[in-house]
């Protein structure tokens, strides 16, 4: 069983930057996948960022050059982050990090709200 919990999320204006912090405990020696995801009502979760435990990241091609996904480990507490740069507002939404022994989310944070005002 993995925990996850999101910090970082807030309002900031069209062209800023945020960085999100995701803190995994628990079984963390399972995790092969983290990612960063999100969701604005009445549409379906979508991937914005996923790295595997290798360090090879992907992201979603509307943010690609905008973000960088990393990943750190220290003891038994793995780190993820989402650094987000020049954002738009059409990156509104709820950004949720997940985790899993494959590469397909297993354990999910609470969420993080992100609002981009114009």
């Known amino acids: 069983q993995v925990q996850l919990v999101e910090s970082g999320g807030g309002l900031v204006q069209a062209g800023g930057s945020l960085r999100l912090s995701c803190v995994a405990s628990?079984?963390?020696?399972?995790?092969?996948?983290m990612g960063w995801y999100r969701q604005v009502p009445g549409k379906q979760r979508e991937l914005v960022a996923g790295?595997?435990?290798?360090?090879?990241?992907?992201?979603t091609d509307s943010m690609k050059g905008r973000v960088t996904i990393s990943r750190d480990r220290v003891e038994n507490t793995v780190y993820l982050y989402l650094q987000m740069n020049n954002l738009k507002p059409e990156d509104t939404a709820v950004y949720y990090c997940?985790?899993?022994?494959?590469?397909?989310?297993?354990?999910w944070g609470q969420g993080t709200q992100v609002s981009v005002s114009s």
């Open positions: 628990g079984n963390v020696d399972s995790i092969l996948f």
């Open positions: 790295i595997g435990r290798g360090g090879i990241s992907r992201y």
């Open positions: 997940a985790s899993s022994r494959n590469w397909t989310p297993e354990s």
